[in-house]
């Protein structure tokens, strides 16, 4: 029989703290204590002490956390944020729901973080943030985009929605940059057993500014000093979340293993280019992405014989219908053009077995050999 091999397992996670949380959800079934309260106010102090920050927000989603942050840094209709291009649409779509314009730029060919260089270009008087990407759970060049955030008095935000417990020379994302936003979507490092997020800060005033927005406007009941959203985290939510920031740092050990273990098993294939750690990084891996020739082959292929495989992503955002208007054209941001044909997401998540991976790559390794003779990244 086929052993198949799934690209994300949850199952085995929330069998993990199933135990855990049932008791304490019985008991929050039983006092309807479902909006605030203990569990959503501890585990933001969980992970304000985990990350180290002085404050976290707990939020709805992601996507929420996000354009709270950019509002509490003054991004309003008409000013500019500049990203890479090559992100999940939610880093710009939170952009839009304000009424400015993400502005997007190229990424570097080796780890496919957002390039400094290419981001002091794209600064404009109209420019109101820097969002710095930490893709696939890698922390972008943050050493270089703070310093440079700061000569242009810049806010810089952090899209930290892959990498929780990953960190750089300059400390743990989602504490670097003025304000961090990330989301616990269920497939996340850390994730909830529905959607989630958080906006994390040292500043008082933006901490104050999101909770507030965050709750209609509202810091007491029905008193609204500003046009707010509803974006609250649900405490059934957290009693989750509490549960597996206990065992991120394990988990996240799992997929450097495994992230080293892939990289040695597919040392010798010359038609795959394995992921590389930028210097100082500790990757949080929570993506695996290599890089092949006949990438949509070789993902039929992969799918064919049972292995979950994915794309992360396939249309860098310039050459999304949602961003058409924005006029960008295919061949100005080549790097990001030229990774999202080639780019191919193996199965990643710490409960993988040795025997799942060796799976995943003996069908991968028989499937890039079909390539054309010539085609291989090395020589």
């Known amino acids: 029989m086929t052993q198949s091999v799934p690209f994300i397992d949850l199952s085995a996670q929330q069998a993990e703290i199933l135990d855990e949380v049932i008791p304490v959800w019985r008991e929050q079934f039983r006092t309807a204590a479902f909006i605030g309260g203990p569990e959503v106010d501890t585990f933001e102090n969980e992970y304000a002490r985990y990350i180290g920050v002085d404050h976290v927000i707990g939020v709805s989603n992601g996507t929420d956390a996000l354009e709270l942050a950019y509002r509490a840094v003054g991004v309003g209709p008409g000013d500019e944020v500049i990203m890479p291009v090559n992100t999940f649409i939610a880093t710009a779509e939170a952009v839009s729901r304000i009424g400015a314009t993400p502005v997007f730029v190229d990424v570097d060919d080796e780890y496919l973080l957002v390039d400094p260089a290419a981001v002091e270009a794209?600064?404009?008087?109209?420019?109101?943030?820097?969002?710095?990407?930490?893709?696939f759970g890698q922390t972008a060049p943050m050493d270089e985009l703070v310093p440079l955030a700061a000569r242009y008095g810049i806010p810089l935000v952090e899209d930290a929605a892959?990498?929780?417990?990953?960190?750089?020379?300059?400390?743990?994302?989602?504490?670097?940059?003025?304000?961090?936003?990330?989301?616990?979507?269920?497939?996340?490092?850390?994730?909830?057993?529905?959607?989630?997020?958080?906006?994390?800060?040292?500043?008082?005033?933006?901490?104050?500014?999101?909770?507030?927005?965050?709750?209609?406007?509202?810091?007491?009941?029905?008193?609204?000093?500003?046009?707010?959203?509803?974006?609250?985290?649900?405490?059934?939510?957290?009693?989750?979340?509490?549960?597996?920031?206990?065992?991120?740092?394990?988990?996240?050990?799992?997929?450097?293993?495994?992230?080293?273990?892939?990289?040695?098993?597919?040392?010798s294939v010359d038609d795959v280019r394995t992921p590389s750690v930028r210097p100082g990084n500790v990757d949080a891996w929570h993506l695996y992405v290599i890089r092949v020739h006949e990438r949509n082959r070789i993902l039929a292929e992969l799918s064919a014989a049972g292995i979950g495989a994915g794309i992360h992503y396939p249309t860098p955002l310039h050459l999304t219908e949602a961003y058409a208007h924005l006029g960008y054209r295919r061949g100005q941001f080549p790097v990001a053009e030229a990774a999202a044909d080639s780019i191919l997401s193996l199965p990643m998540f710490p409960h993988l077995t040795a025997a799942q991976q060796d799976r995943v790559v003996q069908v991968l390794t028989r499937t890039v050999a079909l390539e054309p003779l010539g085609a291989g990244y090395r020589s």
């Open 122 to 135: 794209a600064i404009t008087p109209r420019t109101r943030a820097i969002v710095a990407v930490h893709l």
């Open 162 to 267: 892959q990498a929780q417990g990953a960190s750089s020379t300059v400390g743990r994302a989602g504490a670097i940059g003025r304000v961090a936003a990330t989301s616990f979507y269920p497939g996340k490092n850390l994730g909830a057993a529905g959607d989630a997020g958080a906006v994390m800060t040292d500043d008082p005033a933006i901490a104050e500014a999101v909770r507030v927005t965050a709750a209609h406007g509202s810091a007491v009941k029905y008193v609204h000093d500003r046009v707010g959203m509803n974006a609250r985290l649900d405490a059934v939510q957290a009693v989750t979340l509490r549960a597996k920031l206990r065992r991120l740092d394990t988990w996240n050990a799992a997929r450097r293993a495994l992230a080293a273990r892939y990289a040695e098993l597919l040392d």
